[in-house]
C-alpha cells in the first residue's frame, strides 16, 4: 500500500508540473532563462525576459535613439512589448514556474527589480520539450534542414558541436572550414549546407580520400537526397559511372583523384559546380619527407592542393577535418571563415612499456601508474582494461601482416563470443581466397582484421558489423581511420617500429578519435601507447611521449612535387588554344599556380614553377608533341587526341611508338605490356613505378639505382601473370596463389623480393585501373582512326573488367543485372554462368531471347531456355527476364 500511495504522490506532481508548462509563455520563459552550453546560467529581470520572448517570436530588439523619429518596426515593437509587460497572463505563467520549482525567484515578490533564474528541474523539463519537439528550435533554412537529417538519422540529440553550429552559423554563404574532433558529426554540418545548394539549383561535389569514405556517404545519405528527387552519383575507380550520369548528377560523391581528374581535362559535368565540400583536410599535410624515384607521385597532399586550386576559383569552398596547426595559413587562403567549437572531449590515455618486474602502463600526465603482471605488453593492456570481453577495442598497427598475425595472437589467447550470422554475412562463398580464410578463422573468436589488402566491397561489409557492435576487437592498419567513427571504447597503437604513418600529433589525433566524440561523451574512452620497440621516429618512449601527446599541432605542408598533376596542368592550358606561344602559356600555368597552398606558403615555389614549364615545353617539342608554326606551337594531331581522350602526357609519350607498331591480331601479353607502362598501373601493388626521365627532371632527381630496376622488372613479371591469369578466367584463389609463387622466386641481388605479391584487394585495384586505361586506350585510338585496334582495347577493357576470355569479351552477357530468388537487389551474372550460357549457344543477350523462340513447339521461348541453358530453372527464370527487358529497352530507345 505504501508503494501505491507513492506512485499517486508521483503521478499528482507530474501532472501538476505538466499542467504548469501547459501554460501560455511557459515554456519561452525557461527558453530565454536557459544557458548556452557552457556558459553560467544567467539571472535575468522581466525587461530582459520579456525582450527574449519577442526575440523567440521573431520580433529584433529596436533600441529609440534620443530625439529621433520612430521606425514602423520600432512602433511595432513597443506595441507588442507594452502587450506582454501590461498583461496578466506572463506573471501569472512565471509565479506557476516558481511554485512547481522550475524556475527561482530572486528578491521580494512584486518589486521591479526581482529576477529569476532556472533551476536543474526546469532545464530537464525544458530538455523533455526540446526532445519531443525535434530538439531544434527556430525556423531559419538550417535550423529546417537539420530537421530533415535528424528524421532521416534517427537522431534523439544533437552533438555539442552540432549544436553551436546551428545556434551561432546562419546560412553559410562563403568559405568555411570546419575543424571538428572525429566523429563529432561534420558530416552532418556539410549535409545541412549540400541540401540548401540543392535547394537553390546549384550542382555539389563531395570530396573524400578513400573509396570507403564514399561507399559511407551514399549508405548514409544517399536514399535521403534521393527521395528528395536529388540525383546522386558514387565517382571512384569502384563505380560503373558514365558522363551522361555526371552530367545529370545533381551531388557527386568522389575521391580526390577522380574529381581532379576531370577537372584537368574539363569535363562538361564539372563547369556548373556551385559547392564543394572537402573532406579530410589535414590530407594536404605531406607524409613524405625525402622524394625519392620509388616513391615520386605518389604523396596525394600535391595533388589535393591542385583540386581546392581549381575548385575554389569556381564554387563555394567547405573543407571538413579535425584541428591543424597555423589554421590562420588556411584561412587566407581560402578567404574563409572558421568554425571551431571551444571544447573538446578527450579520452584518458596511458603509454605501455616494459619494465624489470612487469609491464608498466602510465597515464599521460603521470598521475596513474601501476605495474601489471603481464610482462607481454599486450597482455597488459587487456589486464589494465578489465573485463575486455565487455569492451570494445582497436588495435592499430603499421603493416597489413602485422594486423593479421596480432588478429590470429588475439583470437587464441583473448577469444570472444562470436555474434551469429557474422561470418556469413562479411565472407561470401565466391569469395574464398587464403586471405578470406584467415578472416573467417578469427571471426569465429570474435576477432577481424581489416586492411586495404581485402576487397572493398568484404572491408564495407566488415565495417558495417564493427559500427553495429557485432564485432567488438579488430586490428588494423592505418586505413580504418580514414573518416569512419567506429564504437571503440578503447583504441591501442602498437609501435613496433612499423607505424611509419603516424609520426605526428594530428595523425595521433585523427587515430585516437576512432572512439567518436559522441561515443566518447557517453561512455568515456581510452588509448593506449604500446612501446614495443624503437624506430627512427621513436628511439625512446620519451620521444613519443612529447612528440603525439604534448606537442603543437602541426601546420599543414603539402609536397611541392608531383610531375604527373603539373604535366596534366600545363596539357589542359595547352588544348584550350588551337595554337599558343610558350611565354603566354607560361603565364596562364603560374597565374593558377599562384593560387595553390604551396604558393602562397612558400616564396620559391613559383620560381621552380617557371623553369619547370620551360623544360617541359622544351621537352614536348624534342618528343614531336607540339610542333611550331612561326612564333607559335600547336599540339600534334595525335597529342590533342591523346589529351582530349584523357592519356596523361608523360605515359602517352612513353606508349607512343610500342603502340603505333602493334596489330590487331598480336597476343594477350603485348596488349598487357603497354598498360604495365602506365603510373597508375605502376602505382598498384606490387608497386611498380619507374619515373621517365622528364619526371626525374621536373623532380630533380637521379636516375633510380640498380636495385630498384631489377625489384620493378620482377614485379611488373608478378603484374603481368595476374592479368593474363586474370583474363583466363582463373579464380581469384588461382590467381593469387600463382602470383604468391611467382613473387617468392624473385630476388634483388641475393636478397628475397619482399612485398612482389597481392591480396584480395590489391588485385581488384590492378585489374580495375588496368580496364580503365584500356578503355581509355581504345577512346584514343577511336579518335586518330585506328578502329580496329581501338576495338580490341575496348575488348581487353572488357576482359579486365569482368575477369573474362576475349569471346566474352566481345559478347554483351556480362552486363546483365537482374535479381534470383534468393536475393533482395540486383547482381551482375557472374562470369561462370555467363561461360555456361555461352557454351550452351547463348552468345549475347539477344540469343537468350531469341534463340528458343518457335512457333511449331508447344510452350514458351523461357521454359524451353530454362531447360536448354545449362543453369539451375529459377537462376534461368532470372536472367531470361533481365534479357528480355533489355532487348525491348533497346527496341524502344
Known sequence: MPSEKLSDTKMADLKSRLKALGNRYAVQILEVLSPQTGEIIPELGWDEIVDGILVLEGHEISKMREGSERTQEQVIYEEERGRLASGGTLYESMNKLVHIGFVQGLGEKGRKNRSFKITHDGRLALSAIKTMQGLIGGDTEVSKMARLLLRHKNFVSLLPGQEKFLREIGDVEGNLVIQMPPGSGKTFLAMIIILLRLQAGERCVYLTPYTSLNRQIIEEYGELFEHLGYSVVKYDAQSRVTEEDLNRADLVVGIYESVLFSLMHQREWTKGIGLAVIDELTELDSLTKRVQPQNLGTDRSSRLDFLVTLLKERAQTITLSSRFGETEEVLSWLDAEVFRPSFRLRPDEFLVTSGPDGAVVVSSDGVQRCICREKNLIDAVHEHIGDYKKKSMLFVVGTRLGAEELAKWLAKSHPREAHEGVLERVVRPAEVTSLTRSLSETLNCGVAFHHAGLQTSLRGRLEQEIKEGRVRCVVSTTGITAGTSFPFDSVIMVFDGSLQFLGTRSRYLQISGRIGEYHLHRHGGRVYLVFLQPSRRFRTVDDLRERLLHS??????????????????????????????????????????????????????????????????????????????????????????????????????????????????????????????????????????????????????????????????????????VLLDWISEMTMAEVI?????????????????????????????????????????????????????????????????????????????????????????????????????????????????????????????????????????????????????????????
Not at 785 to 813: H, I, T
Request: net charge negative.
Open 552 to 721: 603543437q599541432l602541426e601546420p599543414l605542408t603539402p609536397n611541392a612535387v608531383d610531375p604527373s598533376s603539373f604535366t596534366n596542368l600545363v596539357s589542359r592550358e595547352i588544348s584550350e588554344a588551337t595554337r599558343f606561344k610558350p611565354d603566354s602559356l607560361k603565364e596562364r600555368v603560374l597565374d593558377l599556380l599562384r593560387g595553390s597552398f604551396n604558393a602562397f606558403i612558400d616564396d620559391g615555389y613559383l620560381v621552380k614553377a617557371e623553369r619547370d614549364v620551360d623544360g617541359l615545353i622544351k621537352w614536348m617539342k624534342n618528343s614531336q608533341l607540339l610542333e611550331s608554326t612561326g612564333q607559335f606551337l600547336k599540339p600534334t594531331q595525335k597529342t590533342r587526341a591523346a589529351i582530349d581522350a584523357g592519356l596523361d602526357i608523360i605515359d602517352y609519350e612513353r606508349i607512343r611508338d610500342p603502340l603505333a607498331s602493334l596489330k590487331v591480331i598480336e597476343e594477350e601479353d603485348a596488349l598487357i605490356d603497354i598498360l604495365l607502362e602506365f603510373r597508375l598501373v605502376q602505382s598498384a601493388r606490387p608497386r611498380t613505378v619507374m619515373p621517365s626521365d622528364i619526371e626525374l627532371y621536373l623532380a630533380e632527381l637521379a636516375k633510380p639505382e640498380g636495385w630498384l630496376v631489377e625489384l620493378t622488372d620482377g614485379r611488373n613479371m608478378v603484374k603481368k601473370q
Open 737 to 893: 596463389d600463382n602470383a604468391e609463387r611467382t613473387a617468392e622466386g624473385l630476388k634483388v641481388g641475393d636478397r628475397p623480393a619482399w612485398g612482389s605479391g597481392l591480396d584480395d584487394g590489391d588485385l581488384v585495384s590492378l585489374v580495375t585501373w588496368s580496364s580503365s586505361i584500356a578503355f581509355t586506350i581504345s577512346d584514343y585510338l577511336d579518335r586518330v582512326g585506328s578502329n580496329a585496334l581501338a576495338e580490341r582495347f575496348e575488348v581487353l577493357g572488357n576482359q579486365l573488367k569482368y575477369g573474362v576470355k576475349q569471346d566474352l569479351g566481345e559478347s554483351d552477357l556480362m552486363t546483365l543485372e537482374f535479381r534470383d530468388s534468393t536475393e533482395t537487389s540486383s547482381r551482375p551474372i557472374s562470369r561462370t554462368e555467363a561461360r555456361t550460357l555461352f557454351e550452351h549457344g547463348y552468345q549475347t543477350i539477344e540469343r537468350v531471347v531469341k534463340k528458343d523462340i518457335d512457333a511449331s513447339k508447344e510452350g514458351l521461348a523461357r521454359e524451353r531456355f530454362a531447360a536448354n541453358c545449362g543453369l539451375e530453372e529459377d537462376l534461368a527464370l532470372s536472367i531470361y527476364k533481365s534479357a528480355l527487358n533489355r532487348v525491348r529497352e533497346r527496341l524502344s530507345g
